[in-house]
């Protein structure tokens, strides 16, 4: 995929070749993220699970469809880098814990990564954080102490940032619990991606 930029193309392959915390990373590095100059929003997440390691498609698994039902586009859409960046606070799988969740991203990759790219991409508007290792790096002390005060919150931090829980099945629950979310906030996001596209 063309960055359609040489500096961006460099910095991408530099990423892609990354083994910084190789050592820790049970199946290896493969960093996964997307991005292209011209792209307007950014989708940033917290890592790869096993699936998206296997394919190297961020995204790729339930969690990529319930976002992309979030934001209401389809996946050639969501994969058009020259429309979307999407680039996870770690880039590559970290592995499990001792309750068979995912650890969480590895500390050095965003603090590595994120600033080098955010000078290759000077046209981002909206910039969606799904779940709290994206609010806690981006937000820091104006998100709320927990996922749902940060959420709640999210029109404070427009336009520039909408924070998100993360899309995984256990989000279903939470969903229910905070009807205002698919009244409100879900009615948004797609009002403005379906802008941010159209341009």
């Given amino acids: 995929m063309s960055a359609s930029n040489p500096t961006l193309e460099s ?27 011209s792209a307007r929003l950014m989708i940033i997440g917290q890592a790869p699970g096993t699936k998206v390691h296997e394919s190297g498609i961020p995204w790729n698994d339930a969690s990529g469809d319930r976002l992309r039902d979030w934001m209401a586009v389809e996946r050639d859409q969501f994969y058009d880098e020259t429309q979307i960046a999407i680039v996870p606070m770690g880039f590559c799988y970290p592995g499990r814990d001792k309750n068979g969740g995912d650890r969480p991203p590895r500390p050095e990759c965003a603090p590595a990564w994120h600033e080098r790219l ?42 520039r940032f909408l924070p998100l829980p993360h899309p995984s099945w256990r989000t279903r629950a939470w969903v229910a619990k905070n009807p205002w979310f698919e009244s409100e906030l879900i009615p948004h996001l797609r009002q403005r991606v379906r802008q941010l596209l159209a341009a």
Avoid: F
């Avoid at 790096?137 to 998100?143: A, Q, S």
């Fill in 11 to 37: 910095l991408l392959r530099e990423i892609r070749a990354c083994t910084l915390c190789g050592a820790d990373l049970p199946l290896g590095p493969r960093p996964v993220l997307r991005a292209n100059r």
């Fill in 118 to 159: 955010w000078n290759q991409l000077p046209n981002i508007e909206l910039v969606i954080l799904a779940g709290a290792y994206a609010h806690r790096h981006y937000l820091g002390p104006k998100g709320g102490r927990t996922v749902s005060e940060t959420v709640a919150d999210w029109q404070q931090h427009l336009p």
